[in-house]
Every structure is written in structure tokens, then in C-alpha cells.
């Protein structure tokens, strides 16, 4: 699998229709990790495969459903956005195993075992207390491994973190997430976790979402771009990418969703507070998609040579996109 | 709230038709908390409540459901058994704190937090790791309060149930499970939380299902009658019933859905093992509800007062469901 400079974002959400998936498209970027469920349960998640298979007919000469890697080599050839499908929560599969592969024949491919709960399968990083993969997490990895469906544990804490990198027998990601060194959120990762993702061959996303950066919405490009370097000392270089977690054309009671779901009358808010609850502010670099190649101008300014940009822009997702997808070949 | 010797079985679990109506209304059992889901969603627990509905219009001359304590004097008045709807599982309500009560409308009393395995809610008894009450347990719990839903922790593992004890602003239910001290199963409750549970008021019904007794299904009526003497001294003559956990007139495959619902493709065995996994034979002194008054005869033996024996047998049941299904009066 050639690398061909695809670029790859590896976690966006977005309120999509043809302005945005032309912005996409023009941005220069190759495929884009979509979130297709928070806390939906089967029924409404196969509501939203729906209408994103609505989207594939309407906007067939802007998009395509990336099921595979080479897909997304093939929607670069043909100029269209490649849709990689993933859940940010196990809601879906509800408490039945066979979801797991039902839903992976609709095509999803990521699929995160909490968000910011406790959930069926692991604890998210929200919870006081961490009591790690679940006897139906154990199952659900299983078969997440057979089917090939990514685990992905950016919204879980930290223990189930290690225990799923642990119990799973292939590489997992975190799709959106910084290390806890460059800034002490909740949701971000501590150096034990990312030695222990590195160890097994998992993959990091880095988040471009203000909660999840130093200073915030003010933080700029060079120190984001420094913590990326300082990263590949602890994973590698291969083992780096973008999930900018980009977050656009919604109105707040979407993120009221993403924060309350349906588990809470009170208001929660997550890594906001009542003073701050609005959506923030992105930084100036990264404004959106079509400041994608900021990002990587920043990586050479801080010295990565231009095959290791490539890696981070994209190329690192598409490998790992390759061996993960789909049973083991 | 007068007891008037009324007779209450804190947990049943029968495959329910005309004869075993029939043979429970002629046992002289007022009142069973009867189970409408294991493993159920919503949906599902709709049509188990529609069936339920069918039986009572069916079956008018031998049940009625019981939404109230004094529901439970009237049906004994009119020689009916009085239906206590509750779940074994949180899996009723999904992810919605909503569908409290909403199923709380329908008719629905008790409600455990966990059945064995982690829920969103609380740890089950099953589980390695025992991480204590969810955020969306302690939204949960708030809302069964100000319901009058019953929380009942008898599947839940050890420090949920002391969390739930703490959190719920009124008195829970362990409504069939027994003292570790009595016999060591995962299922069975330490000395700790039968403490905590007396302390707060709560009450504990006593489980006649032998994977939870001394010697299974050789336990004698004495060896039952003992346990439940020296367990008075740790909770209160008040706070002591029983909750047979009479499963009845079902096949083998009732009980697999029971012990794995969908969450393992494997199969697990629960209470039982490989070798020992078919439903256990009951103890020769409770066949089935026809016997329930040779447990008041045992009572009488090992020393119980009369007016003791009537607590146990379904005085303090009566007494707990009064205070506790519906708002605080």
C-alpha cells in the first residue's frame, strides 16, 4: 500500500451537507473519519447509515463510502472524499454481540467502547471510578478483532484504556486525543498509556478541538506541532496522525447531545462549564478543513522532514486503515 | 398499615399460566414480586408488560396487579394473588433516565440496578472490578426515589451496593439473596452490606434457590431457619423477608438467556458450571409455593414468635412496599 500523500483526518463532526462536503473536498483532504453515533441505540444509528447513504446518491461526485483503504486511494484518484463510518460510543450494538458484525457489514469500522460514561463494555473518562473491560467488553473485543472493527478508546478512561490495548490481539487507535504532558484534560492521554499504545502497534490522532489543546482556542501551531515531535519519541513516527476532532455548522443543542445524551435531566458539561459552555472557539491555524496544509507547513517549521509529514498528514491512518479493516489477511 | 398476616414471596420467576396462577392463589401466598426482565430493552419489556395485561384481564378471578400495599390487602380479601411488577436488570430503561418514569407509570415497583454484569448504572456481582455507582447510576437512583421505584441490588456487586445503600435517600432492597456468612456464592451478601443495609433501613428477602444455600438443594429447613435467625441479629426483626427465587415451569433455554442474554456468543454458566448447568432441583421443604408455610413452621421451631413469623412471611414486605412504591407521603 503506497502512501501517495493521501491526507487522512481521523476524526471530524460535522453538520455535512454540499457546502461542507465541498469544502472537504477542496481542501485537499482524502478521507475523513465521521462520527455517525453518540449515544444512539441500533435503530437510530441505522437512521443516520440512511441518511449518509442518501448522501453517498446526491453527492456522488463529492463523496464515496470508504470501506477499505484502497477506497480511499481511489477516491483520491477520483477526486471525492472517502467516508470512513465510526461510532464514538458501543450505544449502537445495544448489549448484543452480533451487532458488532451486522454493523460492520453496514460498513462502520471504528467503533469506541465508552464516551465519557461507564458504558457496557469500559469506563469513559469522566467516570470517579475505573473498574476496566467489562465481561462483555472481553466478548466485544473479540469479535471486534475478527470482523475487523477498530477499537478506539479516545473517549475511556484510563485503566480500560490499558486493558483494552492489552486484551485486544490487534493494534488499537485513539482517533482524537493529545497527550496529557502538552495539556491535563481528562480526555487526554498520560505517557503510560501512550508507551503502552506504542508497545502494541496502536495509533494516535492528534485532537485540534481548543478543550484538548495547551492555552486552548489560543494555542498556537508551533507548540502543537512540537508536542506531535515530542510524541513520536514516545510512539513512533509511524504510529502519529491528525483526528482534528473539528467540530462545524451545529448548533449548541447538538453539543447539549453529545454531552447529556439522555442519561441526565441536570445540565452536564462535559469539558465546558456553565460559564463556558458554548462551542469554542478553533485556533486561528486551524480554522477548519481548508487549513488542513497549515498543519503541515508547521511540521516541517519544527523540523520533520517531508516523508514524515506525509506519515502524519495521512499516510499513518491509510496503513493502519489497511491491516485494520476487515477480518486478518 | 395493618400486616393481617398477609403472605409475600419477594421474588418469583414462573413461566406463568392458568395452573401455576391457580396452584400460587391456593398456596396462600398473597403477593409475589413477580420478574419482567432479565436482559429485555424497552420495546421488549412492553410486550412483556402487554402479555402481563392479557393474564389480568384473563385471569381476573385468580391476580390482579398490585401497584400498592393496600393493592395487596384487597387482593388477599378477595383470595386473589397480588402481581409486583419489577425488572432484574436496568436494561428496561436503556440510556434514558426518562424511562424511570415512564415504566414507573406502567405499573413497574422494583428495579435492580445491575444483573451480574456491568450495566450503565452499577457493576454486577459477575464482574472483576467493581466500580461503584455510574454517573448516570446516581441520576438514576434520584429519580427512583422521587418515583417510589424500588432499587434492589441483588445481583450487584459489593461496592455498588454499599454505594447505592449510601446515595438512595430511602430505604433498598436485596429482595433474594442470602448472607455470605451463610453460604460463600458471588451472589450472596457479606456481613458489610447486610450492615449497611440494616443501618439505612433497608430490608433483605431470603433466597430458597440453592445455588445461594448451604449444601444446594440438601440445605435443610432447620440449617435455612437458623440463617435466618442469626441474620435478624445483624439487620432487624423488620427488615427480614423472603424472596424465594422460585423459578418454575421453564426448559434449559429460559435459563441460558438468563445467564448470557446476547452478550456472549460463548456460553457462560453462571451460579452453575459445564457439568452442573441445567436448573437446580429445589430443596424437599419448598417444592414450590405450595410449600411456603412449612418455612413459617421452620421459623416456629428454631424460636420465632408468631408475631415475628408474620413479619418474615410477608408483614415487613408489606410494610417496606407501603413507604416505598410511589412518591414519599
Redesign the interface.
Known amino acids: 500500500m503506497q502512501a501517495n500523500n493521501v491526507i487522512i483526518d481521523g476524526l471530524q463532526y460535522i453538520n455535512w451537507d454540499k457546502k461542507t462536503f465541498e469544502k472537504t473536498r477542496d481542501s485537499g483532504i482524502n478521507a475523513v473519519h465521521v462520527t455517525i453515533a453518540y ?1 444512539e ?1 441500533f435503530s437510530e444509528v441505522i437512521d443516520n447509515i440512511n441518511q449518509w447513504n442518501q448522501h453517498f446518491r446526491e453527492f456522488d461526485d463529492l463523496i464515496v463510502h470508504a470501506l477499505t483503504a484502497e477506497d480511499i486511494l481511489e477516491a483520491k484518484r477520483q477526486n471525492k472524499v472517502g467516508i470512513v463510518f465510526g461510532f464514538q460510543n458501543c ?1 449502537p450494538i ?5 451487532n458488532i458484525e451486522t454493523l460492520h457489514k453496514l460498513g462502520v469500522r471504528i467503533m469506541q467502547l465508552s464516551y465519557n ?4 463494555l469500559a ?1 469513559g473518562c ?7 473491560i ?4 472481553k ?1 466485544a473485543i473479540k ?1 471486534m478483532n475478527r470482523v475487523g472493527m477498530v477499537i478506539d478508546m479516545s473517549h475511556s478512561a484510563e485503566q480500560s484504556t490499558l486493558e483494552a490495548i492489552e486484551l485486544s490481539e490487534r493494534p488499537i487507535a485513539i482517533t482524537h486525543a493529545n497527550p496529557s504532558f502538552f495539556h491535563d484534560a481528562l480526555r487526554n492521554k498520560s505517557d503510560k498509556v501512550l508507551r503502552a499504545l506504542g508497545d502494541s502497534g496502536g495509533i494516535l490522532g492528534f485532537s485540534m478541538y481548543p478543550f484538548h489543546l495547551k492555552n486552548g482556542s489560543n494555542c498556537t501551531l508551533d507548540e502543537f506541532c512540537q508536542m506531535i515531535a515530542k510524541t513520536v519519541d514516545i510512539l513512533s513516527i509511524d504510529q502519529v496522525a491528525l483526528g482534528s476532532d473539528l467540530c462545524e455548522n451545529w448548533d449548541y443543542s447538538k453539543l447539549e447531545w453529545m454531552r447529556s ?6 445540565a452536564d458539561y462535559g469539558e465546558g462549564s456553565a460559564k463556558n459552555k458554548e462551542w469554542p472557539k478553533q485556533p486561528s491555524w486551524f480554522k477548519g478543513a481548508e487549513d488542513i496544509f497549515n498543519v503541515a507547513d508547521g511540521l516541517r517549521k519544527v523540523g520533520f522532514k517531508e516523508v514524515d509529514v506525509n506519515k502524519v498528514m495521512g499516510g499513518n491512518w491509510l496503513k493502519f486503515f489497511d491491516y485494520s479493516f476487515g477480518p486478518v489477511r
Open positions: 449515544w441505540n450505544s445495544e448489549d448484543s454481540i452480533a460514561n461507564q458504558s457496557l469506563t469522566y467516570e470517579d471510578k475505573d473498574s476496566g467489562t465481561r462483555f467488553g466478548q469479535e445524551g439522555r442519561w441526565t435531566f441536570s
